[in-house]
C-alpha cells in the first residue's frame, strides 16, 4: 500500500507574479516540513509540478530530498484564459465587464503590495472566466478543460505505476488535486473544481493506493498551521 500526500502550493505571489511564493507561502511550507518531521512522516518518493511555486514548495518542505519534476502536474495556466475569454465575456455579460474592469483598476492601486485585496481573493469574473473555460463555452486556443483533466489523470497514473510502497509526495496546485480528489469518488465533470475551491495554501490531501484501488482518505489538512492568521486560500 502506497499514500499519496498531495501537497498545494503555499501562498504565492500578486496576480501580476502568481507563479512565485510570497514570505507567508514559504512560511507554510516549511511549518508542513517541521511537522512531517515531527509525525515521523517519511517519503519513499517526492514529485512536483514544473511550476515555480510547486518546485519552491517542495523544496520548502523536503529540503534534503530528491524530486521528480513532471510538468503534468501543472495547475491550468488561468491568465492565458483570462487573454481569450475575458473579451468575449465583457462583450456579453455587462456585469462582468464592469467586474472585470473594477478588478483591472484595484491591481493598479495596489501597486503590487501583497497583502492587497485583490491579490488574495477569487472575485466574481474570476469564477465567471473560469467557469466559461470549464464549460467550454467559447473558442479556445490553449489547454482545454477536458484536456487538462486527462493530463492530471495520467500524472496520477505515472505516480501509480511507479509502484512506490510508503509514502509519496506529490507538490502541486488546486485544481488538480481537486480532480484527483474527485477521480477517487468517480466526479467526472467541472464539480471537481467545487473541491479546488477549498483547499488552503500548502494543505494536504491525501489518497491511499492498494493495487488499482485508489481512496480518499483525508482532504485539505493543515493541522500544521494552528494560527488562523497564517490559514489561506490565494
Request: with cysteine; proline share 2%.
Given at each position: 500500500?502506497?499514500?499519496?500526500?498531495?501537497?498545494?502550493?503555499?501562498?504565492?505571489?500578486?496576480?501580476?507574479?502568481?507563479?512565485?511564493?510570497?514570505?507567508?507561502?514559504?512560511?507554510?511550507?516549511?511549518?508542513?516540513?517541521?511537522?512531517?518531521?515531527?509525525?515521523?512522516?517519511?517519503?519513499?518518493?517526492?514529485?512536483?509540478?514544473?511550476?515555480?511555486?510547486?518546485?519552491?514548495?517542495?523544496?520548502?518542505?523536503?529540503p534534503d530530498s530528491e524530486i521528480a519534476v513532471d510538468a503534468g502536474w501543472d495547475e491550468f495556466d488561468l491568465s492565458h484564459v483570462y487573454s481569450e475569454l475575458a473579451p468575449r465575456l465583457a462583450d456579453d455579460d455587462e456585469q462582468f465587464r464592469?467586474?472585470?474592469?473594477?478588478?483591472?483598476?484595484?491591481?493598479?492601486?495596489?501597486?503590487?503590495?501583497?497583502?492587497?485585496?485583490?491579490?488574495?481573493?477569487?472575485?466574481?469574473?474570476?469564477?465567471?472566466?473560469?467557469?466559461?473555460?470549464?464549460?467550454?463555452?467559447?473558442?479556445?486556443?490553449?489547454?482545454?478543460?477536458?484536456?487538462?483533466?486527462?493530463?492530471?489523470?495520467?500524472?496520477?497514473?505515472?505516480?501509480?505505476?511507479?509502484?512506490?510502497?510508503?509514502?509519496?509526495?506529490?507538490?502541486?496546485?488546486?485544481?488538480?488535486?481537486?480532480?484527483?480528489?474527485?477521480?477517487?469518488?468517480?466526479?467526472?465533470?467541472?464539480?471537481?473544481?467545487?473541491?479546488?475551491?477549498?483547499?488552503?495554501?500548502?494543505?494536504?490531501?491525501?489518497?491511499?493506493?492498494?493495487?488499482?484501488?485508489?481512496?480518499?482518505?483525508?482532504?485539505?489538512?493543515?493541522?500544521?498551521?494552528?494560527?488562523?492568521?497564517?490559514?489561506?486560500?490565494?
Amino acid at each position: 500500500m502506497s499514500v499519496l500526500y498531495l501537497v498545494r502550493h503555499g501562498q504565492a505571489g500578486t496576480r501580476e507574479n502568481y507563479d512565485s511564493l510570497s514570505d507567508l507561502g514559504r512560511r507554510q511550507a516549511r511549518l508542513l516540513g517541521e511537522y512531517f518531521r515531527e509525525q515521523g512522516i517519511r517519503f519513499a518518493a517526492a514529485y512536483s509540478g514544473s511550476l515555480e511555486r510547486q518546485v519552491a514548495t517542495a523544496a520548502e518542505v523536503l529540503p534534503d530530498s530528491e524530486i521528480a519534476v513532471d510538468a503534468g502536474w501543472d495547475e491550468f495556466d488561468l491568465s492565458h484564459v483570462y487573454s481569450e475569454l475575458a473579451p468575449r465575456l465583457a462583450d456579453d455579460d455587462e456585469q462582468f465587464r464592469v467586474q472585470y474592469e473594477q478588478m483591472q483598476r484595484d491591481i493598479e492601486r495596489s501597486k503590487g503590495a501583497h497583502h492587497a485585496p485583490v491579490h488574495r481573493k477569487w472575485n466574481d469574473c474570476d469564477k465567471k472566466c473560469v467557469r466559461a473555460w470549464v464549460e467550454g463555452r467559447y473558442e479556445y486556443s490553449g489547454e482545454s478543460w477536458i484536456r487538462f483533466v486527462a493530463r492530471i489523470d495520467e500524472a496520477l497514473g505515472r505516480v501509480i505505476a511507479a509502484a512506490h510502497d510508503g509514502n509519496i509526495a506529490v507538490f502541486t496546485s488546486a485544481t488538480p488535486i481537486g480532480i484527483a480528489a474527485a477521480k477517487t469518488l468517480e466526479i467526472a465533470d467541472g464539480r471537481a473544481m467545487w473541491l479546488a475551491a477549498v483547499m488552503f495554501n500548502a494543505s494536504f490531501t491525501t489518497l491511499r493506493v492498494h493495487g488499482d484501488e485508489v481512496r480518499l482518505f483525508t482532504l485539505n489538512a493543515t493541522p500544521h498551521i494552528s494560527e488562523a492568521a497564517l490559514r489561506t486560500f490565494r
